[in-house]
């Protein structure tokens, strides 16, 4: 069996992919396991943040769900502070280091996610077949001349 070069960059952009989202799955949870009362505790005048909390007590997945929420507050503090969602006095007391990582993680989600939504429109438009092609016959000119 041959597997061809767009087979291979879709392989391995997946593949790398899968690997980003499993590390960021994983910090969060780390996060969520080690420094969810900190946050909450630096959050607590926010109503978005609060009306969330009892999903700290729903296993594994209401943890990731509660990391996920107090990230997007973190990251778009406009749009919670607009409607009311947020409190700039938390927001502003919010450790830095923590914050950055709660920044790093949410943006770090969109991307990949935005990236696997590229890669399956690509592989199922055969845009990446079309690619690969035109790639390896230029090569092969090359090679010849």
């Given at each position: ?22 590390v960021c ?5 780390h ?11 630096h ?18 997945w ?6 996920g ?20 006095e ?17 943006w ?10 590229l ?27």
């Open positions: 069996m041959t597997v061809n070069l767009a087979d291979k960059i879709f392989l391995v952009a997946g593949l790398l992919d899968f690997g980003g989202i499993l799955l994983g910090v969060a949870l996060m969520a396991h080690t420094q969810m009362d900190l946050m909450l505790e959050l607590k005048n926010c109503s978005a943040v609060m009306v969330q909390a009892p999903l700290r007590e729903g296993g594994l209401g943890k990731l769900l509660l990391i929420w107090i990230a997007g507050v973190v990251t778009f503090p406009g749009y919670y502070l607009k409607y009311g969602g947020a409190s700039i938390d927001l502003n007391g919010f450790p830095a280091p923590l914050k950055r990582k709660l920044v790093m993680i949410k770090a989600a969109i991307v990949l996610l935005a990236a696997l939504i890669l399956f429109a690509l592989r199922t438009s055969s845009l990446l077949e079309g690619c690969a092609t035109s790639a390896v016959v230029t090569q092969l000119s090359t090679l010849r001349t």
